[in-house]
Structures are given as structure tokens and as C-alpha cells.
């Protein structure tokens, strides 16, 4: 079992950024954010592997960066040139191994945190 806790999320206006965190109760090999806006499905942001490998969302490439450190068992997500429709619930998600081709299938992973919400609004 895994544990995983998010935090970082708040409120900003567009083109504003927010950093994410997510520690991990220990170290794992593949994690991802993904997030879930009201009365939409729940939708991959981004994944790490352990040596870095990474994979973005077509949405947010460019704008969004994941980074990990294995040390602290921390996830991070920096969100720059926040857009309305980044507004979401973010989750963290954690799975024991990295599948060979990086994955935002969320079905692949069975770890989850509880959320961190981001508002995106003036």
C-alpha cells in the first residue's frame, strides 16, 4: 500500500501558476497527476518515472512540469499560464512499476491521493 497525500492547490486568476506537491508514504516507481473537473472524466496530466521519464497531456505541454524527488518520496506539478479550464480537482497516483511506454491511463494505477483543488477564476 501506498499513501498519498496532495497539497498546494488554491485559487488564481488566468496566466497565474501554482506548484502541486504529493508526498508518498514510500518511494515508488511511477507516479502521475491527473485531474478531474466538475461533471467531467477524470483526465491524465502528466507521469514520471523513476530515471524521469516523462509524458504530458497535449493541454498542458509547454505550460505544466513534472518533477519528482525520490529522497523526500515527493511529486511535484509546476503550473504556469493557468487557463480557466485547468480548474479542476488534482489527484496524485502512484503505481508500483512504470508500464515500458509511459501511460496516462489512469486505470494503471491503483494508488490514489485524495485531491487538491484549483480554481482558475478573476
Known amino acids: 500500500q501506498v499513501q498519498l497525500v496532495e497539497s498546494g492547490g488554491g485559487s488564481v486568476p488566468p496566466g497565474g501558476s501554482l506548484r502541486l506537491s504529493c508526498a508518498a508514504s514510500r518511494i515508488t516507481y511511477c507516479m502521475a497527476w491527473f485531474r478531474q473537473a466538475p461533471g467531467k472524466e477524470r483526465e491524465g496530466v502528466a507521469t514520471i518515472g523513476l530515471r524521469g521519464e516523462m509524458l504530458y497531456a497535449d493541454s498542458v505541454k509547454g505550460r505544466f512540469s513534472v518533477s519528482r524527488d525520490n529522497n523526500k518520496r515527493a511529486l511535484y506539478l509546476e503550473m504556469t499560464n493557468l487557463r480557466p479550464e485547468d480548474a479542476a480537482m488534482y489527484y496524485c497516483?502512484?503505481?508500483?512499476?512504470?508500464?515500458?511506454?509511459?501511460?496516462?491511463?489512469?486505470?494503471?494505477?491503483?494508488?490514489w491521493g485524495q485531491g487538491t483543488q484549483v480554481f482558475v477564476s478573476t
Open positions: 497516483a502512484a503505481r508500483a512499476s512504470c508500464p515500458i511506454i509511459p501511460s496516462l491511463n489512469l486505470d494503471l494505477y491503483p494508488y
